[in-house]
């Protein structure tokens, strides 16, 4: 287990990738143009949530989950995205290859909920 940052909500200690599970789901949770002196950071996916999940919107979403990711998040090669829905809660579900120190070459998997839960 490798310390690398603070959990947001707790400010206690977390691993490596717990910070990259909390990153991703800030940069996917975090609207383009609302960071102040930041404007590019975050994802085009909030506001996609909410429109209904067709073949168009699907793409969409891959697209803004993926480029968001390749931009912000150095730590990680996505090589899958997966949208989930049960009921009101809508889920995105990832496989990527880590980028980083000793865990280079190491395949993870990321859930983060997106609708329907905290």
Same mark, same amino acid.
């Given at each position: 287990?490798?310390? &690398?940052?603070?959990? *947001? $909500? !707790?400010?206690?200690?977390? %691993?490596?990738? /717990?910070?990259?599970?909390?990153?991703? =789901?800030?940069?996917?949770?975090?609207?383009?143009?609302?960071?102040?002196?930041?404007?590019?950071?975050?994802?085009?996916?909030?506001?996609?949530?909410?429109?209904?999940?067709?073949?168009?919107?699907? &793409?969409?979403?891959? *697209? $803004? !989950?993926?480029?968001?990711? %390749?931009?912000? /998040?150095?730590?990680?090669?996505?090589? =899958?995205?997966?949208?989930?829905?049960?009921?009101?809660?809508?889920?995105?579900?990832?496989?990527?290859?880590?980028?980083?120190?000793?865990?280079?070459?190491?395949?993870?998997?990321?859930?983060?909920? &997106?609708?329907?839960? *905290?």
């Amino acid at each position: 287990m490798n310390y &690398l940052g603070l959990t *947001a $909500a !707790t400010g206690r200690r977390i %691993t490596d990738i /717990e910070h990259i599970r909390q990153s991703v =789901r800030d940069i996917l949770l975090t609207p383009v143009g609302s960071r102040v002196m930041r404007r590019e950071y975050g994802s085009l996916l909030p506001t996609l949530i909410d429109q209904p999940l067709h073949g168009a919107t699907l &793409l969409r979403a891959y *697209a $803004a !989950t993926v480029m968001a990711l %390749t931009r912000w /998040e150095p730590r990680l090669r996505i090589t =899958r995205v997966q949208f989930a829905v049960e009921g009101p809660q809508l889920t995105i579900d990832m496989q990527a290859v880590r980028n980083d120190g000793l865990r280079a070459g190491t395949a993870t998997n990321i859930t983060i909920p &997106l609708r329907g839960a *905290a």
